[in-house]
């Protein structure tokens, strides 16, 4: 049985030697001590391991850490786990991709944040490396000449996307009015509901602005719910923040309108009903629709907890994500990075423990990805929210 090999650049004078430690000292399982170097499958991690995105990145190097041990057992070859410290900057990520190129890597999981990953995959592109990104968002991400890169997680206008077609489902042949804040991811928000709203319905909505800066906003609720009202719109899909919502929602409240409120998942907080008050009843909301109540998922979760992982989403998101690429290896039995991509964009679900897994012909998900939850005020008089 051979030792896995890890390698990990964060420096330890930032309080990390213990975890540096921990992750070093991990043994993974292999089927087949034989198994020659050039069976070896390396898997590569990006991540912020430092920095002032460190949470996510050791979040990251949890769930990749337990999906290597994990999967090992389902492999003939040994599984060689490589992580790099991005440290969340552009220049972090340049250097943690060339490191991870020169160590052989053929598939890479990361990195944290949009721009990270793009910085990163400029150069796994021209290896033809494949990429699984389980949180970047960015919808330039996944370009038609990325051939190699496939995203675990939502695009950043998902959300908006899917609250535009629910509308559109829901009340059609209506008006619907869509109210931002001003905010930018308030507006991809707005755009993207209105773009799928205009592919299903010929009503043109209602855009309205409510901003979140210092004024009157009191006032400024009132004006706009009263404008609203006169409209007689049938729904409102709220994109803004929680201060503003709750603004917005005790203003409508007020005129006695039941107009039903459609938000964005940016309310999914405790500080919403804090801030909205009795308008928090009945609010729908989106939320990301990832499952993990399976007793696996359950089981990985509270492993990474006693680790101290704070981000379990993210840890179990990098998690499915080598289950993604170690399936497929080994049902193709190959490390070849351009046939692993070929085959996951368009091919058949992968069992993981955030759910199936499936990518489209351009390396987006083709589950959906978002449902609808509801706040109500349970027996206890506290407001909480439930998928419908």
Do not use: C
């Amino acid at each position: 049985m051979q030792p896995r090999m890890i390698h990990i650049s964060a420096p330890e004078s930032l309080g990390l030697k213990r975890y540096a430690a921990l992750v070093l000292a991990s043994a993974v399982a292999v089927l087949s001590s034989s198994a020659s170097a050039q069976n070896n499958l390396r898997i590569g991690l990006a991540a912020p391991i430092s920095g002032p995105l460190s949470n996510a990145g050791r979040a990251m190097a949890a769930g990749f850490d337990l999906g290597a041990k994990d999967a090992s057992a389902r492999l003939n070859r040994t599984i060689i786990p490589i992580v790099e410290n991005d440290d969340g900057s552009t220049a972090g990520a340049r250097n943690a991709a060339q490191a991870l190129l020169d160590k052989g890597t053929h598939v890479v999981v990361g990195h944290y944040t949009s721009a990270a990953t793009r910085t990163g995959n400029a150069l796994y592109a021209r290896k033809n490396v494949l990429l699984i990104a389980p949180s970047a968002s960015s919808p330039k991400l996944i370009e038609p000449k990325s051939a190699n890169v496939l995203r675990l997680g939502p695009r950043e206008d998902s959300a908006g996307l899917f609250a535009g077609r629910y509308l559109a489902r829901e009340f059609p042949s209506t008006q619907i009015a869509i109210v931002s804040d001003g905010s930018v991811t308030s507006s991809i928000f707005a755009s993207a509901a209105k773009s799928a709203w205009n592919r299903q319905q010929t009503k043109p909505v209602i855009e309205a602005q409510l901003l979140s800066t210092p004024g009157d906003a009191v006032a400024n609720a009132a004006q706009l719910v009263q404008t609203l009202n006169g409209k007689n719109v049938a729904a409102i899909y709220w994109t803004g923040g929680v201060s503003m919502a709750g603004t917005f929602l005790r203003a409508l409240q007020a005129t006695g309108a039941n107009t039903p409120v459609i938000a964005s998942e940016t309310l999914a907080t405790p500080e919403f009903p804090a801030a909205a008050g009795d308008a928090t009843e009945g609010l729908r909301m989106t939320i990301l629709a990832i499952t993990t109540q399976s007793a696996q998922a359950q089981s990985i979760a509270a492993r990474m907890k006693a680790e101290g992982v704070r981000d379990i989403p993210l840890a179990l998101a990098t998690y499915a994500s080598v289950q993604v690429v170690t399936e497929t290896a080994a049902r193709l039995d190959t490390l070849d990075s351009a046939r692993l991509a070929a085959a996951l964009r368009g091919g058949a679900p992968i069992e993981t423990i955030v759910g199936p897994v499936s990518f489209d012909v351009t390396g987006e998900r083709r589950e959906q990805l978002y449902t609808i939850a509801i706040w109500k005020k349970a027996a206890d008089g506290k407001f909480i929210f439930t998928p419908q």
